[in-house]
Every structure is written in structure tokens, then in C-alpha cells.
Nanobody, 115 residues
């Protein structure tokens, strides 16, 4: 059974940085896309950043230039480096992975940015 385990969330002041990591446990092969989503209270879940197996990245306009997504294919991990954090980045962040057979979600990690 595949599980995605996230780490690195927490409380930070505006302008600070956090690094989120997500590791897949269990047998998971040929992951096409690794992504981070977030959901703020009262809002829909939104895509923050995604990275393909070949390293092509895509970012939400609101985080471009501040967040960086990276992946380690050998370890089935994905990382989100978040700099210059703003209060509006406060949300639960979810890791997502997809291969040709299925897709998988992490349990979420809280990121809170204080002003």
C-alpha cells in the first residue's frame, strides 16, 4: 500500500522560509507527476507547483519566484522550498503523486504565516 508522508510544515513569520518534503512509501513505480496543492479555510484546494519526471515545472502565479519544487526520482521524494512567505500562503499543503495506474495524496501539513 502506497502512502505519502509529508513533513516540514509549521509556523513562520512573514518573509520567512519553510521547506516541505514528501516521501512515498510502499511500491510505487514510474511516477509521472509530483505536485503540491494547498487549501486555505473556506477555499478550494489549488495547485501550488508541479514537476514532471523530466523536470518540467509549473507554478501558480501567486508563488512564482518565491517557491521552488524539486524531486528525487530514485527516492520518490518531492520537496517544496518556500521563501518570502506571506500570510496569504497560510493553508494545509498536500503532496500529490500520479502514475499511469493511480494517484496518491498525502495527509496534509499545516503552514501558518503570521504577519
Amino acid at each position: 500500500q502506497v502512502q505519502l508522508v509529508e513533513s516540514g510544515g509549521g509556523l513562520v513569520q512573514a518573509g520567512g522560509s519553510l521547506r516541505l518534503s514528501c516521501a512515498a512509501s510502499g511500491s510505487i513505480f514510474s511516477i509521472n507527476v509530483m505536485s503540491w496543492y494547498r487549501q486555505a479555510p473556506g477555499k478550494q484546494r489549488e495547485l501550488v507547483a508541479a514537476i514532471t519526471g523530466r523536470g518540467r515545472t509549473n507554478y501558480a502565479d501567486s508563488v512564482k519566484g518565491r517557491f521552488t519544487i524539486s524531486r528525487d526520482n530514485a527516492k520518490n521524494t518531492v520537496t517544496l522550498q518556500m521563501n518570502s512567505l506571506k500570510p496569504e500562503d497560510t493553508a494545509v499543503y498536500y503532496c500529490y503523486m500520479k502514475n499511469e495506474y493511480s494517484d496518491y495524496w498525502g495527509q496534509g501539513t499545516q503552514v501558518t504565516v503570521s504577519s
